[in-house]
């Protein structure tokens, strides 16, 4: 458990941090409020291990800031203090997104990790410097950071879009980001129970199997997030603990389980 601790708050986090904006205010209408939070859970096989804050705050210019702080927790803290920070600055460009900036910081552990990526869309490229070395990369219109593409995808949930495809600029690459509509569940979390949409992020390799499941009450924030390592046979779990989003059903006092059916491998 301890060797994957960097996977799981790398891998996670940017799944929970973005889909937390468009549920604050992002979306059509583009309407932001001032303040916004939400609080989720990180388990392996059961164990908590950590937990997500994620925070959205409005700027000058139009702009908007979200960022996300993951700590460990635990007996895992006793043998490791992982710190995972990161941040995309961000404006609206008519109906779409347009990262400005991102950021990520992971210490705490004994190989640190620091990038950083500025946007220029003016030359339509992407400088990206990663400890301490910078390099540029053309990159196409509605190009999105990893943090940010959840917000994307969230916004695109809400227009009833069917086809969830995305470019990202990422470790210097530009990928392409996949997802599919696989199912609708009720199921409850420590923040309550909620219906919700699953998603499924279609990879080309089988090594792991990534669902979310996001609430339509929520403006569909993901309130599970699992990742299966099919390789070691690990299972990944982000739960929604608290949010100041909507209406919240009665908190669960004790371990969540879901209503809906038993998980097989797609």
């Known amino acids: 458990m301890i060797p994957r601790m960097r996977h799981v708050l790398t891998a996670l986090i940017c799944l929970l941090t973005a889909s937390a904006v468009h549920a604050a205010g992002v979306g059509v209408g583009l309407g932001i409020p001032g303040d916004f939070q939400a609080v989720y859970q990180l388990r392996v096989d059961n164990f908590v291990i950590g937990e997500t804050q994620v925070d959205l705050a409005a700027q000058t210019s139009g702009r908007y800031l979200y960022s996300s702080r993951t700590h460990s927790t635990g007996l895992l803290r006793i043998f490791r203090n992982d710190k995972v920070l990161e941040s995309s600055l961000f404006t609206l460009n008519g109906q779409h ?37 910078t390099w540029e990369m053309k990159i196409p219109e509605r190009t999105l950071d990893k943090l940010i593409v959840q917000l994307a995808v969230m916004m695109d949930l809400d227009a009833g879009k069917k086809e969830l495809v995305y470019s990202i600029a990422d470790g210097g690459k530009l990928k392409e980001y996949r997802f599919a509509i696989v199912g609708k569940e009720t199921l409850r979390v420590p923040a309550g129970e909620f219906a919700t949409i699953k998603l499924e992020r279609l990879r080309k390799d089988n090594d792991r199997t990534t669902y979310f499941w996001c609430a339509p009450s929520l403006g569909y924030l993901p309130v599970r997030i699992k990742q299966i390592e099919h390789e070691d046979n690990v299972t990944y779990l982000s739960e929604l603990k608290q949010t100041s989003l909507g209406e919240q059903p009665a908190a669960v006092t004790e371990t969540p389980a879901t209503t809906a059916p038993a998980e097989t491998k797609p």
Do not use: C, M, Q
């Open 97 to 133: 997104i347009r990262p400005l900036e991102y950021r990520f910081d992971h210490t705490g552990s004994k190989k640190e990790r620091h990038a950083y990526l500025k946007f220029d869309w003016n030359a339509g490229e992407v400088a990206n410097t990663v400890e301490g070395h």
